[in-house]
């Protein structure tokens, strides 16, 4: 049997009816028909679902949609203020931080995670930080510096997120 | 993953109210970054998941000197990873809960929820075990309260009667001169510890021993604390040859499980090793 949820999904309330075993990311794709997190292993590992819950990644397939109730839940699609991209985004597009893209929306979800708590992150910090997501592409090395030069944006921005 | 019915109580009381009508039908979720992954392999099929993940009530992490600390069950990792009183009073914890999975996991995932799903390789109980912690349950009867190491049972069970839920973590504040030291064996940074040992001692003034701890993890279906090893040291003073007798007889206490990562012997190796370079690490931070 359904049961009401009540939360906000990148500043918006929605008030959804949901079946128990729904997981965050079913409702996020399949019903409300954000596809920016992605389903890759569905098991917690592979960080490809990462959203934030009140500002900290979390994997969107291992919680259940019922457990945000009152929460507040941002995806990739949020990142951005209308046409003008997150310093995450400009970054990851100037310096090559992405490749097949796949691994993107997690990778920019738990980078925004690390900076809302860490806003100069060393790059040790950045790669624990990112330790939950996979690139399959392997381009690791190009996403960590582009977390690095978006937090050096930020920074210069006036540390507005 | 099978249908079920959910509930999320507001209350500790209301919890035990509504465990206490549904008995063996209910499965308590808190974080669920363990349990989901059981339920979506259909390995349990509870009638109803009642969810204590938003309840505020054993959401806490407080510190004094006479008590020690004591942490809410559903306190995440990611709380006692940043909390400066776990930082300032038992930073072994910290250090733990930084390396414990992923950061994703470490946001949601509890810390009782983490003893709770008592999977044998879990980082949490060896330290708690070593820092000489108890647990308290709370029940229809009230409460009752057990040293860390009498929780477990077996492979994914714990002393936990069916409407019963663990409640808080409660650290003793630590006696002078004790060094504690905890590390895990695995082969990539997030993956579950293989096997993993931690070792507390306190010493008298005269600098022998006056209490040792040691627990593994990942060596049998239990968190294993190891009184034959820990007895070794008792009233002596520490060297490396005692070490050796301690880390042999743990040896002989472990009961690895081979699995598709590594044979039991050769985990047994590994985790004396750890209990070894522990015992010495311990022993080096005590002033």
């Known amino acids: ?161 | 993953m099978r249908d079920f019915d959910y509930i999320a109580p507001k209350t500790v009381e209301e919890t035990i109210k509504v465990l206490s009508e549904y008995k063996d039908d209910a499965k308590i979720i808190a974080g669920g970054q363990s349990l989901l992954n059981i339920l979506k392999q259909d390995l349990m099929a509870p009638e109803i998941l009642v969810d204590i993940k938003n309840l505020s009530e054993l959401d806490y992490i407080t510190y004094d000197d006479k008590d020690g600390m004591k942490i809410g069950a559903t306190t995440t990792h990611h709380a006692v990873e940043t909390s400066p009183l776990v930082l300032e009073h038992y930073p072994i914890l910290a250090e733990m809960e930084h390396t414990l999975a992923f950061p994703q996991t470490r946001n949601w995932g509890t810390i009782g929820g983490n003893l709770c799903i008592q999977d044998p390789t879990g980082d949490v109980a060896p330290i708690l075990i070593a820092l000489k912690a108890t647990v308290k349950i709370v029940g229809p009867n009230g409460e009752r309260t057990l040293p860390m190491e009498d929780f477990s049972v077996d492979y994914y069970e714990t002393v936990l009667e069916e409407d019963e839920i663990l409640a808080e973590i409660q650290i003793p504040a630590v006696a002078p001169k004790t060094g504690i030291a905890y590390s895990k064996f695995r082969i990539v940074e997030g993956d579950a510890p293989i096997v993993g040992a931690a070792v507390a001692f306190t010493l008298n003034e005269d600098g022998t021993c006056a209490d040792a701890r040691i627990a593994t993890n990942g060596t049998a279906p239990i968190p294993l604390r190891i009184p034959d090893a820990e007895a070794v040291f008792k009233g002596k003073k520490i060297t490396d040859a005692l070490i050796e007798e301690a880390v042999e007889i743990a040896g002989e206490a472990m009961e690895c499980i081979p699995d598709i990562v590594a044979s039991d012997e050769y985990k047994k190796r590994v985790a004396k090793v750890y209990v070894k370079r522990m015992a010495k690490k311990a022993l080096s931070q005590i002033q």
């Open chain 1, 1 to 161: 049997m359904k049961k009401i949820l009540n939360f906000t999904l990148n500043g918006d309330p929605y008030e959804v009816a949901v079946k128990p075993k729904t997981t965050l990311i079913e409702l996020i794709r399949d019903e409300i028909g954000l596809t920016g997190p992605k389903v890759g292993c569905n098991a917690g590992a592979c960080g490809a679902c990462t959203v934030l819950v009140d500002g900290k990644a979390v994997d969107s397939c291992s919680v259940l949609a019922l457990q945000v109730e009152g929460h507040h839940v941002e995806t990739v699609e949020g990142l951005a203020d209308g046409e003008k991209l997150h310093p995450l985004q400009e970054a990851f597009l100037d310096d090559g931080g992405y490749q097949c893209g796949f691994c993107t929306p997690g990778m920019l979800m738990a980078a925004k995670s690390l900076l809302n708590e860490n806003p100069d992150p060393s790059i040790h910090e950045i790669r624990h930080g990112l330790s939950g997501n996979l690139c399959r592409c392997t381009g690791y090395v190009r996403i960590i510096d582009s977390i690095h030069d978006a937090a050096q944006r930020m920074k210069k921005e006036g540390g507005e997120s």
